[in-house]
């Protein structure tokens, strides 16, 4: 009889045992709190790399042609830092969108060569008049005069850091949008942005154009990033960039329900070309002529011209009466 009752005493601990373990679901509990590291090991979804290196592109439409602006980027191996089926769920059922009525359409985003009487581009303003509803904007919605500076990091070309020289003398936030492979290559450049009070958005975890993923590969290159820089530097970041100025209205949609707003840009021009830098007086007086109330610039970081101006630039438009936001 002893030897039953310890039988039977055992199969009631190991049942109890079982139905704990069950509870527990991909590192959440039934009722959606989450386990510890120590109740449950974290699962990862793998990252595939392109195993040769692609350079990438950022494109500005004009009226009547697409101007590539390659981002030359160095893709290495990498691996996901968190798993996103428990955000991808969530984000479709609680949006307000019903996404199988939204368009796929990839488009190339570009703020043309028309302009309103306050010398607004009128691309930007019909971008923010078609799709603000998904917290997506190409030019600030203010006619104050105010501009916002923005960096896209596409790999480090050795300027950044007499571009943030030039920010701290003048007094200027700017914004910087990162990959992942930016990131992991240059933290302490990244580290130096936020410390120094700058705005670091993301411009996604591999630069790939957002039209052509699926929803649950749009949430991965937001989310993965998003997770990377809490983790590595403690900061959640709000802004987001799409690769090449792609876009579709169901990325916009997503990309919002996953608390990003998207930022494009009302001005940009052709800064990127490392071997075939613009003149440093033309191009200043063109950033000069285009100026306009709410304007959000785009330069690349890569370029000598934007470091040797930018100091002249920001000096004109204070006087102007212009100031930086990021």
């Not at 039977?8 to 709190?33: K, N, W």
């Amino acid at each position: 009889m002893k030897r039953i009752a310890a039988f039977l005493t055992a199969c009631v601990l190991l049942m109890g045992l079982l139905a704990g373990c069950a509870e527990i679901s991909d590192g959440y509990y039934s009722d959606g709190t989450q386990a510890t590291t120590s109740q449950t090991e974290a699962t990862t979804e793998p990252v595939t790399e392109a195993t040769t290196t692609e350079a990438t592109t950022s494109e500005i439409t004009t009226t009547t042609e697409l101007t590539t602006v390659p981002e030359e980027t160095e893709p290495e191996e990498s691996t996901s830092i968190s798993d996103v089926e428990d955000v991808i769920e969530p984000i479709v059922s609680e949006s307000q969108w019903d996404y199988s009525t939204l368009s796929t359409e990839s488009n190339g985003y570009g703020q043309g060569v028309r302009f309103d009487d306050l010398n607004r581009p009128k691309g930007a303003l019909n971008f923010n008049e078609s799709y603000s509803q998904y917290n997506a904007e190409a030019i600030q919605d203010t006619e104050e005069n105010v501009i916002m500076l923005t960096f896209d990091q596409g790999y480090e070309n050795g300027y950044t850091s007499a571009i943030l020289d030039t920010l701290a003398e003048k007094g200027v936030k700017a914004t910087f949008f990162i990959t992942y492979d930016y990131v992991s290559r240059n933290p302490e450049l990244v580290q130096r942005m936020i410390d120094e009070g700058h705005t670091v958005g993301s411009h996604s975890w591999h630069h790939y154009s957002m039209p052509e993923l699926t929803v649950e590969e749009m949430t991965e290159e937001i989310m993965y990033l998003h997770d990377y820089m809490i983790e590595n530097f403690g900061l959640q970041m709000t802004l987001f960039r799409p690769p090449k100025g792609e876009y579709s209205e169901l990325s916009l949609a997503v990309t919002g329900d996953l608390g990003y707003k998207t930022v494009l840009w009302s001005f940009a021009y052709a800064d990127w070309d490392t071997d075939n830098q613009p003149d440093p007086a033309e191009s200043l007086e063109k950033l000069i002529a285009r100026t306009h109330p709410g304007a959000i610039y785009l330069l690349h970081s890569v370029s000598e011209t934007n470091c040797e101006i930018l100091g002249e630039f920001i000096d004109e438009m204070i006087a102007e009466g212009y100031t930086f936001v990021s």
